[in-house]
């Protein structure tokens, strides 16, 4: 009985680690495609791709359910398990949210496919994507 209980909870974390698997790389692959692999700056492609990764769109590296506001903005418009394969809804996305001021409050403020085409990333700087948000009331700490 012991060791059917075992497989269970090693075929649940399984499973959801497949789901987890199958958004965020289709997701990462049409952003590079889209903004950084034809950038003109080697530096940014470098931040991208062996920097930030994840924080392109996540908020700290514990937790990837924390977005940053670029994150936020494409989790409106996609979902990881019914758009993961849908790369014309990815990409479609991807240039909607591009098309959005990075604070929306502000007209003036730039657009995030503008800050990705100046070099920077859109969610913020890096330093401030590596750390973990704070955890608002009520909610637990790590």
């Known amino acids: 009985m012991r060791?059917?209980?075992?497989?269970?909870?090693?075929?649940?974390?399984?499973?959801?680690?497949t789901d987890r698997a199958l958004a965020v790389p289709q997701f990462q692959k049409e952003f590079l495609k889209k903004y950084v692999?034809?950038?003109?700056?080697?530096?940014?492609?470098?931040?991208?791709k062996k920097k930030a990764k994840?924080?392109?769109?996540?908020?700290?590296?514990k937790d990837k359910h924390n977005m940053n506001a670029y994150g936020v903005e494409l989790g409106k418009l996609l979902d990881r398990k019914?758009?993961?394969?849908?790369?014309?809804?990815?990409?479609a996305t991807l240039e909607k949210v591009g098309k959005m001021r990075s604070n929306p409050k502000d007209?003036?403020?730039?657009?995030?496919?503008?800050?990705?085409?100046?070099?920077?990333?859109?969610?913020?700087?890096?330093?401030?994507?590596?750390?973990?948000?704070?955890?608002?009331?009520?909610?637990?700490?790590?």
């Open 3 to 17: 060791k059917l209980m075992l497989s269970l909870v090693a075929l649940a974390v399984a499973a959801g680690a």
């Open 37 to 48: 692999d034809e950038h003109e700056s080697k530096e940014f492609q470098e931040l991208v």
């Open 54 to 61: 994840c924080c392109v769109c996540h908020q700290g590296l």
């Open 82 to 91: 019914k758009d993961a394969k849908d790369v014309e809804k990815i990409v």
């Open 107 to 142: 007209e003036k403020s730039p657009t995030y496919a503008e800050l990705i085409a100046a070099g920077k990333l859109p969610g913020g700087a890096l330093e401030d994507l590596l750390k973990e948000p704070e955890k608002k009331d009520g909610e637990k700490a790590e």
